[in-house]
């Protein structure tokens, strides 16, 4: 469908380039440019919502993937140390303590 739009529209600025420009050629070829424009958007979102499906497909085989960065983000957001004022709490048991005692 997009081929024969834009060879539509091609033919259209053809015509106006031989015979010259006149208010029917110019109006053909506005409406030539928004069917073409109609048959894109409708080409993008063909390709989109396949690409949507795909990953909800390919999903369950990317899990490893996802289970490393999942992994990557809990041991980079854990807590390693903890300042008490002029102390320095380094042991996670001490950590945890602290934490629950505090609060």
Known sequence: MVKEAEQKLISI??????????????E????????????????EAFWREKANVSCHFDGDRNTKYFHRLSKIKNTSKRIT???????????????????TEHF
């Open 28 to 43: 053909h070829q506005i409406v030539a440019q928004l069917d073409l424009e109609a048959v894109l958007d409708k080409e």
């Open 81 to 99: 140390f903890i300042k008490d004022g002029e102390n320095m709490i380094i042991e996670p048991e001490q950590i945890s303590r602290h934490i």
């Open 13 to 26: 600025q053809n015509d106006i380039d031989t015979h010259g420009c006149d208010d029917v050629l110019l």
